[in-house]
């Protein structure tokens, strides 16, 4: 029996109007959410992402403000963007959309933002914090994302073995942390597995939960799937396919047609996790609005 498809965008405007409460409650207190992005060069999936972004921020009463550098921006000039938007009154969230040009590190600049407005979760104080359950920590918005949909989708994650393939400081480790934490969405027993993994269908064939942040096309088959698994795939990726009219087609890290005849439920790229990306941002800029308010 083909496996149900979790479909992450009506998930995710469900979540949205869940917000709207509490956003026009901060807005009659004079205080309206605001969020800054800050995009660096030209890079295209950036560019779609930021826009949506921007429009989630339009539609739920949130204030929002895009700032574009040029591909070749030094890295002092970012940092002194960074330190405005850290003083700016207006902004109570900010993010600077990775990947970043090579002439710039990465982690000055993470570091750089102030944590209270860190919305993505990766200064190192709210990844501590985040790690040990504090809950005016800023979690990142993915795994974030990914953890609303199993309990919105009454998936059991209490006691249920959770196979996470990838381990990069923006999905695998902070989604391992979250599931392993007790309460909600958690309590589950993780193992995480990489490019380095050997036997790796071995080890993604244990999991009731399979999450999929790897960055590679259709990289896990049916054969690398236990029979009833909730597979989760994170990934988007651009394949070339002529008959598409752009010249190309989005997949996931999982081979959706082959892994949907295998698992109980999937995620559908796209439509999946990344709606749900989109609205724990916002949820983490309305937080950091009312932690500025309190």
Not at 16 to 27: D, F, G, S, V
């Amino acid at each position: 029996m083909p496996a149900e498809i979790i479909d992450g965008k009506r998930i995710a405007q469900d979540m949205q109007q869940e917000l709207r409460p509490q956003i026009e409650a901060l807005t009659a207190r004079g205080v309206t959410p605001g969020l800054a992005v800050v995009l660096v060069g030209d890079n295209p999936a950036s560019q779609v992402y930021v826009r949506m972004k921007g429009r989630a921020c339009e539609e739920a009463g949130i204030y929002s403000e895009q700032i574009n550098l040029p591909a070749d921006t030094r890295e002092h000039e970012l940092l002194g963007v960074i330190d405005r938007l850290n003083t700016d009154p207006k902004i109570h969230g900010m993010l600077v959309q990775l990947p970043l040009p090579e002439q710039i590190n990465e982690m000055r600049v993470l570091h750089r933002v102030n944590p209270s407005k860190d919305v993505d979760g990766f200064h190192p104080e709210n990844v501590g914090k985040a790690a040990m359950g504090d809950p005016t920590a800023f979690r990142p918005a993915t795994p974030y994302g990914v953890q609303q949909m199993l309990v919105r989708s009454g998936v059991e994650t209490s006691g249920a073995h959770a196979v996470i393939v990838g381990r990069s400081n923006i999905v695998g480790r902070p989604m391992a942390s979250l599931l392993t934490q007790k309460g909600e969405g958690g309590n589950a027993t993780v193992t995480v597995c990489h490019s380095r993994t050997r036997n790796i269908g071995e080890v993604t064939r244990l999991g009731d939960i399979l999450i999929v942040a790897m960055g590679k096309p259709e990289f896990i088959r049916g054969d690398m799937v236990r029979e009833g698994a909730v597979v989760i795939d994170v990934g988007v990726n651009r394949v070339d396919d002529k008959r598409a009219k752009q010249g190309y087609r989005l997949v996931g890290d999982v081979a959706f047609d082959e892994v949907a005849q295998v698992a109980s439920a999937i995620t559908p790229v796209p439509g999946g996790v990344g709606p749900m990306t989109i609205t724990m941002l916002l949820y983490n800029t309305v937080q950091a609005a009312r932690q500025w308010a309190a």
